[in-house]
């Protein structure tokens, strides 16, 4: 089995001034996942390695870091693509609670704030609330958010100002501003148009390179932005 290093920024806030690169080499096949190489560390090296993974698949967003300088679960990035030396650093612009272990409260905090849920207090149908096709397929893409965080600390809006929005939470509102059956859309729309809502997205298109789930983030944001200036008219 072929050795790959690890160069891994660690952090402990009750012993270390400032964050520090620690080594590893591990035997790794290339068709292993950086999540298999980095639970190689833990398990068999240095067991105070601290990050943040559950389903190994994909699926609950608890594994974004940044690898080799680019935002990526580390249970979707295959040995054989980051090469022989690989740096895995915690996500940025958030605060880093131990190595690769940030807080995420501000991120839920801007997600919750866009009230991401169905609305709708018109009295329950005697069956479901139908939706044709159509209906659904407006908002599809934005339903696979799983909440990784990926996009929104590799946005350079984000960086400058943690007060913006933030692509994920404004993806999420995208799912149910768009929903036939949700009737918050206008609340939604005037929460997103404050100065720290849409119009902070200039663009830059990294949170859509940066998405796990292939979720075309930007084009949602202008959706959003086009919602916004077509209701105000
Ligand atoms: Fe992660 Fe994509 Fe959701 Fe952003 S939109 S939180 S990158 S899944
Ligand atoms: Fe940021 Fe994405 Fe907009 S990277 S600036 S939210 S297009
Ligand atoms: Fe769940 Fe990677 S561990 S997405």
Known sequence: MPMVT???QRFDPENDQRP?????AVNADPTDRVLD?????????????????????????SDAMRINGANRLACKVLIRDVGAKVTIEPLMGFR???????????????FRSVLPYLINDEGAPERERTQSVHEREVYDDTTKCILCAACTTSCPSF????NFVGPAAIVNAHRFIFDSRDKAAAERLDILNDREGVWRCRTVFNCTEACPREIRITKA????KKAILSSAR
Not at 20 to 24: M, S
Not at 96 to 110: C, G, H, N, T, Y
Request: glycine share 8%; aromatic share 14%; with cysteine.
């Open 6 to 8: 690890l160069r891994i």
């Open 20 to 24: 520090v690169y620690r080594e590893y």
């Open 37 to 61: 190489a980095i639970n190689s560390v833990k398990w068999y090296q240095d067991g105070s390695l601290t990050y943040r993974r559950s389903c190994a698949h994909g699926i609950c967003g």
């Open 96 to 110: 880093v609670i131990k190595d690769l272990v940030v807080d995420m409260e501000p991120f839920f905090a801007q």
């Open 159 to 162: 960086w400058a100002d943690e």
């Open 221 to 224: 944001i202008g959706e959003v």
